[in-house]
């Protein structure tokens, strides 16, 4: 910690109760965190990050207008604005195994129970400080490595290095100056996640395509069919505005087959469950990496891993 400056860190403590956020700030400006700003709800954190980003976020897991869950869930899918890498810690008054799993679903770096000890806390921020930064990109989670995110069907299990921006800044590196890597990491992890559903998509098609043959839409299906739907959609929507664009109208056909399968008789199933599996190994294809995007990869990953070293 001795080469860290820590005096060039901004934490954002939200908390809808005045007094608990100031006593973040009171303990931790003994030891060394004298810059704070506040907020209330996940709106006021928005509102904030459009003129200036902090570079932690301690807060507490249940806010009036949502869960801490939802908004790191959503930032790290870059679905609002923000650093999708900016470094949480969630603080909850219920330490259940259910609260625990969610948040972890989520991508918070780190979870302290109330009551908060400072000790704990401050120990939390230096691990979070001093850990490499680096990211897990599956079909279902994108977030800091940790055991219970790794993938059970390998796909996407490789961590991926981004942007340690917690740490540059405490060595004096500003925000601007790490732009770009935080751009190009996020259109990588984008890409990555693409190609995790893609695969996943392929897995799942293929499942689903075996029971029908066998049983038709029996009730073993149903759940292969929300599965596969949900994938199909996240994939469309992510794709949009990007070179993969096109995706779109492969993923919206491959929903509504699975649509017209669902209510069809078993006659008519058949001639469409040949199209499942050619229709979602398009999907993949249309995914897969080339030595151009590979060749992207490598330099975003050299690029981060000098910059957090």
Do not use: W
Not at 15 to 23: C, G, L, Q
Not at 77 to 102: C, H, Q, R
Request: glycine share 6%; hydrophobic share 40%.
């Amino acid at each position: 910690m001795s080469s860290l400056t820590l005096n060039k860190v901004e934490i954002l403590v939200v908390d809808p109760n005045s007094n608990a956020r100031r006593s973040v700030q009171d303990a931790l400006q003994n030891y060394g965190y004298p810059e704070f700003d506040f907020a209330g709800s996940f709106r006021e954190v928005r509102d904030k990050f459009r003129i200036r980003e902090p570079d932690m976020i301690i807060s507490e897991t249940e806010l009036p207008d949502g869960t801490l869950s939802e908004f790191v869930r959503r930032l790290r899918n870059d679905e609002i604005s923000g650093n999708p890498f900016l470094p949480i810690i969630g603080i909850s008054s219920d330490s259940s195994k259910e609260v625990m799993a969610e948040l972890e679903a989520s991508g918070v770096d780190a979870i302290l129970s109330r009551p908060l000890s400072t000790t704990h806390l401050v120990k939390c921020i230096t691990e979070v400080m001093n850990k490499k930064r680096q990211f897990l990109v599956t079909a279902n989670y994108i977030g800091p490595v940790r055991p219970s995110a790794m993938p059970t069907d390998g796909i996407g299990a490789e961590p991926i290095d981004v942007p340690h921006t917690l740490k540059s800044k405490s060595k004096g590196i500003g925000y601007r100056s790490m732009f770009e890597d935080i751009a190009n990491a996020t259109k990588l992890i984008n890409r990555l996640k693409m190609s995790r559903l893609s695969e996943k998509i392929v897995m799942l098609t293929n499942g689903i395509a075996e029971i029908l043959e066998k049983h038709g839409f029996a009730d073993e299906a149903h759940g292969l069919f929300e599965d596969i739907l949900k994938a199909s959609r996240d994939a469309g929507q992510r794709v949009a505005g990007t070179d993969y664009a096109h995706v779109t109208e492969l993923c919206d056909s491959l929903i509504k087959l699975l649509n017209k399968i669902c209510i069809e008789d078993q006659g008519a199933i058949k001639k469409d469950i040949k199209l499942l599996k050619p229709m979602a190994s398009s999907i993949h294809l249309a995914f897969s990496e080339s030595e151009e995007a590979a060749a992207f990869s490598r330099q975003v990953s050299n690029s981060v891993s000098n910059r957090n070293s």
